[in-house]
Nanobody, 126 residues
């Protein structure tokens, strides 16, 4: 069982930055691939970024490549999402999630992540 708590969301102007954090409970955090997803009103949950259990492999949605960076600190049981050059279309609730350990590799599909946080709101004003 993994419990995830996101923080760091807020209101920022276009072009600004935010850093999201996701704190995980449990001693097995370092064995999970972790991901960030977002969901805007009226839209489906979308993949943003993911990082392998060791941090050696990352994947990004095309829409955030070059602007967002995912990282993790296994000693602190925390995964981060650094968000730079934010755009109004980045406005959404952002969720962190832990990938099912039975799935090999780093996936981008929400149904392969079986632990989710409660989400943190990110609002980017124009």
């Amino acid at each position: 069982q993994v419990q995830l708590v996101e923080s760091g969301g807020g209101l920022v102007q276009a072009g600004g930055s935010l850093r999201l954090s996701c704190a995980a409970s449990g001693r097995t955090f370092s064995s999970y691939t972790m991901g960030w997803f977002c969901q805007a009103p009226g839209k489906e949950r979308e993949f943003v970024a993911a990082i392998s259990y060791s941090g050696g492999r990352t994947r990004y949605a095309d829409s955030v490549k070059g602007r967002f960076t995912i990282s993790r600190d296994n000693a602190k049981n925390t995964v981060y999402l650094q968000m730079n050059s934010l755009k109004p279309e980045d406005t959404a609730v952002y969720y962190c999630a832990a990938q099912d350990p039975a799935i090999v590799g780093v996936t981008t599909t929400p149904r392969y992540f079986n632990y989710w946080g409660q989400g943190t709101q990110v609002t980017v004003s124009s």
